[in-house]
């Protein structure tokens, strides 16, 4: 630091560099980083102007923004053109959302897992398909976009939301593989992509890992508007959008009709590319009609069946526009070589059977008799979904932070996620938790119950060791 005019100077950040031994950018990166996990940075703290800090240090201003993009990929910081850089809202939490062991002691309510109980009709089904004499040529690579019975049925699904189309449909291990491939097909680091201010987790993850930036979209009566999303375009240079059209993950909204068609307008005149994750629209018995519909070509459409049939079959259907859809094949490629043909096949047989539209039907009467055990024990708070949802959005009492109710859920015995595990860039999120609503019933009942008390104690919840 050199002997000038710093040493009253306010600065919301003042590294010290007089012990390093890696490169200058990487020691400023990590000692950012290490600060912003100890908590002496605090998420939304404007981090001052990269000029600044490069003469408070004597240091180049390319160290500077080497060591801030260090950061940016890792999500920790977020940089707004015109507004700053500030710590992102999520930095101090785990962006991962799959539980990370399975205690006996835990109920599960962050993780949205599907009931399990339809697992064994599945099973029942592939050991039918297993006496099928052609049944070892599945252990073979798969077409990207499987055969053309597989297609069929594919689109036979598609058409139970509405969505009627004469592309060809390509295979994903998942919703999350297209979501992946997708971006990394069509983004370069460094592209900004639109999103909720609130919004899935694996979004973001997948971003950070490709070095590519959410800009969170202003919104008017809780979704996004076309004022924000050409302000975006305009001033924050986004060249896509990501959005969750039917229950969205994690606020359950489901997105009204006119923004799903100003967002096609939008992608028209601005050039956007719009992903579209359609991955909760099955549990839907009424959907409206997806944004693909109004924009096919410039709409990623993807439809998993993960969430809705069985994690285990691994599948996502994607839709592009013709012109993308090598690219997307292509990296979906490098990503997979191959998504399993015997999952694909198994998908396939019971959508034409019927039985793929028998488990919806048993997953959505299940998820309403769980919401109506949610509506019992927390109704008179402010929880958020409807019926057919498998997780629900509570928010809290103004006592409470999101993380803060997270850890008291947690030391209680209830895994719940807070509303900061899901914000975007320096957004503020509402003090709110996701309760995915899937556990079994007992368990479901016993979390319920240790929640409402948490919700009416005053910090004076008596936990049991």
């Known amino acids: 630091m050199p002997v000038n005019s710093f040493e009253e100077y306010p600065m919301s950040w003042k590294p010290d560099i007089s012990n390093i031994s890696a490169p200058l950018y990487i020691a400023i990166a990590e000692q950012l980083e290490q600060d912003i996990k100890d908590g002496k940075l605090l998420p939304g703290t404007k981090l001052p102007p990269q000029r600044e800090l490069a003469d408070f240090l004597d240091v180049n201003l390319s160290t500077i923004t080497r060591a801030f993009k260090l ?4 999500g920790l910081i977020y940089a707004s053109i015109g507004s ?3 710590v992102s809202s999520d930095a101090a939490t785990n962006k991962i959302l799959l539980p990370t062991s399975y205690t006996s002691h835990m109920i599960e309510m962050g993780s949205v897992l599907p009931d399990n109980y339809v697992n064994e009709e599945i099973t029942r089904y592939m050991k039918k398909m297993m006496n099928d004499r052609n049944f070892s040529k599945l252990f073979q690579y798969g077409r990207p976009e499987g055969n053309a019975w597989q297609t069929e049925a594919a689109k036979k699904l598609l058409e139970k939301v509405n969505f009627q189309t004469d592309q060809p449909v390509l295979l994903g291990a998942g919703g999350q593989n297209a979501i992946v491939g997708t971006l990394a097909a069509l983004f370069q680091p460094g592209d900004r992509i639109g999103t909720d201010p609130i919004t899935y987790a694996g979004i973001k993850t997948a971003a950070n890992m490709l070095g590519i930036q959410l800009v969170a979209i202003q919104q008017k009566n809780g979704e996004m508007s076309k004022e924000g999303l050409l302000y975006a ?3 924050e240079h986004i060249k896509g959008l990501y959005v969750i059209p039917d229950f969205h993950n994690p606020t359950t909204h489901t997105m009204s009709m006119g923004t799903r068609k100003m ?5 028209r005149q601005m050039g956007l590319i719009i992903i579209e994750d359609a991955i909760y629209s099955f549990l839907k018995e009424q959907p409206l009609a997806p944004i693909a ?3 096919p070509e410039k709409v990623i459409y993807i439809a998993s069946v993960s969430k809705t049939i069985s994690p285990g079959l691994r599948l996502s259907f994607i839709v592009t526009p013709s ?5 997307i094949m292509e990296t979906l490629y490098n990503i997979n070589i191959s998504v399993s043909p015997m999952m694909v096949e198994l998908t396939a047989r019971m959508i034409h059977d019927g039985v793929a539209q028998t488990i919806l039907e048993k997953h959505r009467l299940y998820t309403k008799q769980q919401n109506a055990l949610v509506d019992q024990y927390l109704g008179d708070y402010n929880i958020i979904g409807e019926e057919e949802c498998i997780f629900r959005w509570l928010i809290l009492p103004d006592k409470f932070t999101g993380a803060h109710f997270e850890l008291l859920a947690s030391k209680a015995g209830v895994q719940v996620y807070a509303a900061e595990r899901f914000a975007v860039g320096n957004a503020k999120p509402v003090n709110a938790v996701r309760l995915a609503i899937t556990a079994p019933e007992n ?3 016993q979390a319920l119950i240790i929640l409402k008390d948490l919700l009416e104690s005053d910090g004076d919840y008596a936990f049991v060791d």
Request: proline share 0%; net charge positive.
């Open 323 to 327: 012109a993308l859809r090598k690219k």
């Open 233 to 235: 375009c305009k001033n």
């Open 263 to 267: 967002i096609a307008d939008v992608a």
């Open 71 to 74: 950061c940016g990929q890792k």
């Open 84 to 86: 700053g850089t500030f």
């Open 293 to 295: 519909s109004y924009a």
């Open 443 to 445: 368990q479901l009942e």
